[in-house]
């Protein structure tokens, strides 16, 4: 296909999917274009840090977690269609106890999805797995987490029943640590 150009919206219920061809095997790689949702629309909820965090669906969810005690955030069920966003509103200074999203009934993250880490002092990655459920974030007590003030985690459903993610964290120098991993 030749290049296009459009004049007006392109709209895509199920996402956007990049593919590469293997130019020996003629074999395609589909990957999902995945990045942070346009926030227009979306509501904001302002949600206290409790045992049991739930997450409302279309919505700015704005928590203020900060590792002193254990979380754990509920997603809504993953619909087609739907958007999530985790909202740090304090910096994680205040302790080692996680943070654990959990995908609501049978929902996944989708095979492949991708997280950046930081649990040794350096930028690294977890990749989940096929059937994971849960995204567990781990601090240490210092002002130097990767999840912090204004950090963003987005949830966005494409196909019902699995979610992606997309993250905006910190890029502060000093920003060296916690650890983010995937899990059943």
Known sequence: MANTTFNGPVRSEKGFEVATKNTTTG??????????????????????????????NNSMNVTN??????AAAALPAATQGSVCVY??????????????FNAAGTDVWATGSVIESRAADE????????GETQLVFT???????????GGKI???????????????????????????????
Do not use: H
């Open 154 to 184: 987005a949830f966005i459903c494409y196909e019902t029943g699995t979610w992606t993610i997309a993250t905006e964290f910190s890029g502060a120098a000093a920003a060296v640590k916690g650890a983010f991993a995937f899990a059943a």
């Open 27 to 56: 074999a395609y790689t589909t990957r999902y274009s995945s990045a942070m949702p346009d926030m227009t629309g979306l509501t904001l909820t302002d949600l206290a840090t409790g045992a049991n965090i739930t997450l409302i």
């Open 123 to 130: 930028v690294t990655f977890d990749i989940s797995t096929a």
């Open 87 to 100: 909202v740090q509103a304090k910096d994680t200074t205040g302790g080692v106890n996680t943070l654990t």
């Open 139 to 149: 601090p240490v007590s210092a002002a130097t987490n990767l999840l912090t003030t």
């Open 65 to 70: 977690y900060t590792g002193a005690a254990a």
